[in-house]
């Protein structure tokens, strides 16, 4: 009887070592994202589709200056199209736990 308690007691203790020293890795989140002009058609309205490609992030916001819709947090916002003529911004962020990263 004292070696099955001596036995559960070691089992205990080393579980307990072996757990405590696990580390935590962690994770970088990088924002990435390409896009492609449908139809490559350039006359307005124009329609982009993002391709996100970051890494590390299981959260998203996107910010489409003057777009359609002009904020999205999927991970892959679908098309979005710009009704006017000129030069405009789309801004991705994405985090997790450890890290955030935009561009």
Same mark, same amino acid.
Request: a negative charge; aromatic letters at 10%.
């Given at each position: 009887m004292k070696q099955r308690w001596l036995v559960v007691?070691?089992?205990?203790?080393?579980g307990t070592l072996l757990n405590s020293c696990k580390r935590e890795q962690v994770i970088d989140a990088h924002a990435a994202f390409t896009?492609?002009?449908?139809?490559?058609?350039?006359?307005v309205p124009?329609?982009?589709?993002?391709?996100?490609?970051?890494?590390?992030?299981?959260?998203?916001?996107?910010?489409? @200056?003057?777009?359609?819709?002009?904020?999205? @947090?999927?991970q892959d916002p679908g098309i979005i199209v710009f009704d006017e003529a000129g030069s405009f911004n789309i801004k991705l962020e994405t985090w997790n736990d450890d890290s955030r990263d935009e561009k």
């Amino acid at each position: 009887m004292k070696q099955r308690w001596l036995v559960v007691v070691c089992l205990v203790l080393t579980g307990t070592l072996l757990n405590s020293c696990k580390r935590e890795q962690v994770i970088d989140a990088h924002a990435a994202f390409t896009y492609e002009i449908l139809d490559e058609n350039f006359t307005v309205p124009v329609r982009i589709k993002l391709i996100n490609s970051s890494t590390g992030g299981n959260r998203f916001k996107w910010t489409f @200056e003057r777009g359609t819709p002009a904020s999205s @947090e999927k991970q892959d916002p679908g098309i979005i199209v710009f009704d006017e003529a000129g030069s405009f911004n789309i801004k991705l962020e994405t985090w997790n736990d450890d890290s955030r990263d935009e561009k």
